[in-house]
């Protein structure tokens, strides 16, 4: 069974850090490419980051390009997020998937809350 599971958000205020991690299990991990998306109240879900399966090449979105960092760790099939100077508009629920652009519909797990205080 396919199986991603997201860790690591909480409360933090403006400026601060956090890292998420992404623990994958049921597939071959090395072969896929693991992306970060987001959703705040009110909108839709988002691309925050995504880094390949090959070459470790990264995307990020501009609103946070400077400020987040993926990295991936093949032996421990987990992908990270390091979050820095977080923004009150960061705050929403943080989800990875084995997919840059992921076909919808997609089996979203549970999400992980990261909320910043002003």
């Known amino acids: 069974e396919v199986q991603l599971v997201e860790s690591g958000g909480g409360l933090v205020q403006a400026g601060g850090s956090l890292r998420l991690s992404c623990a994958a299990s049921?597939?071959?991990?090395?072969?896929?490419?693991i992306g970060w998306f987001r959703q705040a109240p009110g909108k839709e879900r988002e691309g925050v980051s995504c880094i390949s399966s090959s070459d470790g090449s990264t995307y990020y979105a501009d609103s946070v390009k400077g400020r987040f960092t993926i990295s991936r760790d093949n032996a421990k099939n987990t992908v990270y997020l390091q979050m820095n100077s977080l923004k009150p508009e960061d705050t929403a629920v943080y989800y990875c998937?084995?997919?840059?652009?992921?076909?919808?519909?997609?089996?979203w797990g549970q999400g992980t809350q990261v909320t910043v205080s002003s």
């Open positions: 049921g597939f071959t991990f090395d072969d896929y490419a």
């Open positions: 998937a084995a997919d840059c652009v992921p076909n919808d519909p997609y089996p």
